[in-house]
């Protein structure tokens, strides 16, 4: 029997084309029940104030960077939202005198327009943010070589070929409203996948590429970062990919309660704690990596109860 069809985009696959009982019994749950989903491979952990929340996100770089050194490269993928994190980050390295000279960064995803990446010239070019929030505050002598900035391009090749020979301590990542990690969204449901969307094997296999975005997706990023204006959304994107995920050691996942709501925070945890993985919810193939963190602001996560407004 094929499944239900989405409620937000017929010609997609997402959360809404789940099993009824698995969106109900993430809606239950309660944020003790959230704490209790923490299992081998996979723990969840509450901050009481966004201080304290992004501070924490920050430092994840720190003992990233910490370990670099030139014989054994260390480095870490970071995410253009959440952002608040960035500029700490150079804080923190300027501060504590950090040299970063062998240490790398690979930004998880970037627009795609025209035939080729956004330019940093763009409002929404997400190197832009990277390098104007961090790295071009972190004084020269301890800053990173250029060489070792790696930002997805139109033509993957070069960015994936940086993840020879360098270890990825972490990669960090917000969450969409379409439970994606970078643009790791949903496939469309037409051919092989009309009936049934790819299989996590198969989602597993692919690396960075130009995606296609689901429609929630436009709408979440006209909204957080456009001003409302969903026409000036680029409807493609380059995304790390998921078999480059699973070349870092450990994936943690960052939950301000700004990109995704108490309902899609709660969702992916427990596929991820039960080891549900479907490709419809993206997110949920984390179930199968190693080491998985997610980070709540215990605040932005609210609850699930229906009341009008």
């Known amino acids: 029997m094929p499944r239900k069809l989405s409620s937000i985009a017929p010609d997609w696959w997402d959360y809404t084309t789940l099993d009824d009982e698995i969106l109900k019994a993430a809606a239950r749950l309660t944020l003790d029940a959230m704490l209790q989903l923490s299992r081998p491979g996979f723990r969840v952990v509450f901050y009481d104030t966004l201080e304290d929340f992004y501070l924490a996100e920050a430092l994840e770089y720190i003992a990233a960077w910490r370990q670099s050194s030139a014989d054994n490269p260390v480095g870490i993928c970071g995410p253009i939202g959440p952002t608040e994190q960035l500029p700490l980050v150079a804080r923190l390295v300027n501060d504590l005198g950090l040299s970063i000279n062998s240490a790398h960064f690979w930004g998880m995803d970037e627009w795609y327009l025209d035939g080729k990446e956004a330019s940093t010239d ?174 709540y602001f215990r605040r932005g996560i609210g609850t699930c109860d229906v009341e009008m407004h």
Request: charged share 25%.
């Open 122 to 295: 763009h409002p929404l070019s997400f190197e832009k943010a990277d390098r104007e929030l961090c790295f071009s505050r972190i004084r020269p002598e301890l800053a990173m070589p250029d060489s070792h900035l790696h930002f997805p391009k139109a033509d993957t090749s070069k960015y994936r070929a940086s993840w020879n020979g360098v270890r990825c301590a972490v990669m960090q990542g917000g969450q969409g409203e379409i439970k994606h990690w970078a643009f790791n969204d949903p496939p469309r449901r037409e051919g092989v996948y009309r009936n049934a969307p790819p299989t996590p094997e198969e989602y597993r296999q692919l690396t960075t590429r130009v995606v296609d975005l689901h429609p929630l997706t436009l709408v979440q990023n006209a909204r957080t970062s456009g001003g409302g204006n969903v026409a000036g959304v680029p409807r493609k994107a380059i995304s790390v990919g998921p078999a480059e995920t699973w070349r870092a050691e450990k994936v943690s996942i960052w939950h301000a309660g700004t990109h995704d709501n108490p309902f899609g925070q709660r969702l992916t945890a427990f596929m991820i704690s039960k080891k549900l993985a479907d490709t419809s919810v993206p997110m949920s193939l984390l179930a199968d990596h190693p080491d998985v963190q997610f980070n």
